[in-house]
Antibody
Framework: QVQLVQSGAEVKKPGASVKVSCRAS????????MHWVRQAPGQRLEWMGW????????EYSQKLQGRVTITRDTSASTAYMELSSLRFEDTAVYYC?????????????WGQGTLVTVSS | SYELTQPPSVSVSPGQTARITCSGD??????AYWYQQKPGQAPVMVIY???ERPSGIPERFSGSSSGTTVTLTISGVQAEDEADYYC???????????FGGGTKLTVL
């Protein structure tokens, strides 16, 4: 079955960068895009951007444009999300989610989430 | 920036019908999707393309669309349905994914 496994929790200082990985299995990685979504404690889901895993094209949210970079390694069936210039308000659970085969622009399934804590 | 509006909370008794709405100007043009999120877990899609149900989702979950509002309906609510529900769509250009603020469903 389709499975997305993310890297472990991170603690970073303000101003640093964090890179979260998402390893996919159970399907041909390059066939579908990968989205990244974050959720601050007690807050709504926030879409960060996505990558076309086939050609590497990306689209980022306007709010995070310039600080977020999404890449992929097709040989490892893994997508990456790097967020730079971290702020306290970037503390959140970060999820990867595959673009849903039956309707592009929707997300299913999701990874288990990676907690990123920004603390001095 | 484009926004989707949901009620913060909905409460129903077991066996009753829960309806959760989501409003947005681009909804007549863009499909809507619904996700269920239980505490400490990742979201799970329960409705796609306004009214389609993914494999494995119980039939009591249904979706509908009318103009700028979409609705998630849960018929015969069960205790296990207590969760946060998020609608999701895209802006009018179809470029950016947008989530609603989420609705906490409480089963009394």
């Amino acid at each position: 079955q389709v499975q997305l496994v993310q890297s472990g929790a991170e603690v970073k200082k303000p101003g640093a960068s964090v890179k979260v990985s998402c390893r996919a299995s159970g399907y041909t990685f390059t066939t579908y895009g990968m989205h990244w979504v974050r959720q601050a404690p007690g807050q709504r889901l926030e879409w960060m951007g996505w990558i076309n895993a086939g050609n590497g094209n990306t689209e980022y949210s306007q709010k995070l444009q310039g600080r977020v970079t999404i890449t992929r390694d097709t040989s490892a069936s893994t997508a990456y999300m790097e967020l730079s210039s971290l702020r306290f308000e970037d503390t959140a659970v970060y999820y990867c989610a595959r673009d849903f085969p039956y309707s592009t622009g929707s997300l299913d399934p999701w990874g288990q989430g990676t907690l990123v804590t920004v603390s001095s | 920036s484009y926004e989707l509006t949901q009620p913060p909370s909905v409460s129903v008794s077991p066996g009753q019908t829960a309806r959760i709405t989501c409003s947005g100007d681009a909804l007549p043009k863009q499909y809507a999707y619904w996700y269920q999120q239980k505490p400490g877990q990742a979201p799970v899609m329960v409705i796609y393309k306004d009214s389609e149900r993914p494999s494995g989702i119980p039939e009591r979950f249904s979706g509908s669309s009318s103009g700028t509002t979409v609705t998630l309906t849960i018929s015969g609510v069960q205790a296990e349905d207590e969760a946060d529900y998020y609608c999701q769509s895209a802006d009018s250009s179809g470029t950016y994914v947008v989530f609603g603020g989420g609705t906490k469903l409480t089963v009394l």
